[in-house]
């Protein structure tokens, strides 16, 4: 049996709404406008809604950041310092557009502060380059959380300049992970409450907290990131820690959609769908959720809406507890470029062989989107073929891998879609006039795979 809606835990008995924004949704102006119109929205509702704002950074700034962060390293400073001043002039540029007073000038001054550090950071990474160097994980995620910063406090002095209580919250000081740098995992206990202990105060005093996405700190203080796109993880994480009512997640599609529309311009919004039906679309590798998104909120039952910040009267998606909806397949995801291995065994796989092969696809943090074992072979489909040769000189004296580039991984996804027979029958009728693989996604009984050219 499911658990109740959880509310709000705050005195006033109020509802807290998180509300996150991507970065297509803060990218300029005109967007800007809209997202503190949407805000304003939930705010004087007749609810009287307590908003909670996640932003992510401005469109194009996190590749930016990166691109900068990877010219420090080869040794060429003066590119990466080029990228960081077209980036200041842009949030520059974009205050000056909506704030005025007193207010723009604090918010310049913490902009300057931020890009001062921001090139002192790229002048160490010039000065600790050595050949053949790249870009590591850790110093990712120091990087990578200056956009998401700069985005909150221009978010958050907007939304003062026009008139709503707001204030920036470092969500590196509330969100605390492991050290798994990239792709970090929250340490629950100790989140939920620096998030409570955080919010609580500006909650009950009728301010508006803005958070930037996707960043966090390890129990040391060392900056980390819940991987790209996992501003919606923070949205829900937040959510989950202050018992909010919903959790929406602004971007700039309807919702969350049957195929993606660019290769199929008929898809169509799904209204309302399931916890376990959404988590299999992200995990099957649809964008519009980032695949941990879910957890939180399915632990704490808050529903979460997938909205358009670019027609907000739309309608969207509602992703809540078990759905029926009398669709056996709700939506179909294509991951392209994949790459299918197969790993055979000097002897028979065992244990010992699978122990081998993971402890090498962890040392090159290689994501394995599937897996399957038989007697002489492990077959798996990963992401990229990208460090395919290194994992096979490793592996070799113990293994022999071999793999196909440019494959593609198409999922049917819905409720107990492989309970039925007919529908894998149906898919296969249609993959009829080139070669198609059938894959068996682990033990879930909501999606049917299929490997093709």
Known sequence: MSRPQRHSRFESGDDVIVMKFG???????????RLIAIVLSRAQSRLGAQPVVVVSALARVTDQLLEAGSASVRGQLGAALDLVRAMYVRHEQLADELIAGPTLRALESELRSEFQALEHFLHELDGSRSPGLRLDFKSQDRLLGFGECLAAKLISAALAEAGVGAAYVDARASIVTDSHHGQANPLWEVTN??????????LESRLVPVLGGFIAADSGGV????????????????GAAVGASRVEIWTDVDGVMTADPKLCPDARVI?????????????????????????????????????????PLSIGTEISVRVRTGDFVS?????????????????????????????????????VEWMAASRDCISLVVASAADLPGIAAELQGVANLRWENHRALVSLVGEGTRRRPEIASRAFAALSDMEARLLCQGASEGTISFLVD
């Not at 995990?283 to 358009?308: D, S, Y």
């Open 331 to 367: 939506a179909i995801t294509a991951k392209s470029n994949v790459a299918a291995l197969e790993i055979e065994g000097r002897e028979a796989v065992d244990s010992e062989l699978l122990r081998d092969v993971y402890a090498v696809f962890d040392r090159y943090e290689y994501p």
């Open 271 to 311: 209204r309302k769908m399931s916890f376990n039906e959404a988590a299999e679309l992200a995990r099957c590798g649809a964008k519009v959720l980032h695949p941990a998104t879910l957890v939180p909120a399915m632990r704490e039952n808050i529903p979460v809406h997938v909205l358009n910040s670019r027609r």
């Open 23 to 33: 970065g297509t949704s803060v990218e300029d102006a005109a967007a800007v406008r």
């Open 193 to 202: 409450q620096r998030l409570q202990d955080a919010l609580s105060p500006l």
């Open 223 to 238: 900056p980390t990131t819940l991987g790209r796109g996992g501003s919606d993880f923070t949205a829900t994480i937040v």
